[in-house]
């Protein structure tokens, strides 16, 4: 009797294990689907005076305050400075 409880709890352990183990593996599979574009893509940057999406990467910019802002062109950006 005390042999089969004892059975029974490492069947329980393995159980636990693998379940453990396949758990694990799919959430890492699922980490990497969700972080891989926002880590790989930049962002996009809307321009606030023509509404143009822009790369923050190439776009000029203008800092106010601790808010960057990006457009689409120099143009742009002076006519937010007019503004
Ligand atoms: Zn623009």
């Known amino acids: ?3 089969r409880l ?12 693998v379940w453990r183990l396949g ?3 799919l959430e890492g599979a699922g980490y990497r689907r969700v972080d ?4 790989v893509g930049v962002k996009l940057q809307r321009d606030p005076v ?3 999406y822009v790369s ?3 776009a000029p ?15 742009c950006r002076r006519e937010w ?3």
Do not use: H, W
């Open 1 to 3: 009797m005390v042999l």
């Open 6 to 17: 004892l059975q029974f709890l490492l069947i329980l352990a393995v159980v636990r294990a």
């Open 23 to 25: 758990r694990g593996v």
């Open 36 to 39: 891989g574009p926002t880590r």
């Open 50 to 52: 023509c509404g143009t």
């Open 56 to 58: 923050p990467t190439k």
């Open 61 to 75: 910019a203008l800092r106010i305050g601790g808010e960057t802002l990006y457009f689409c062109s120099d143009s």
């Open 81 to 83: 400075e007019r503004r």
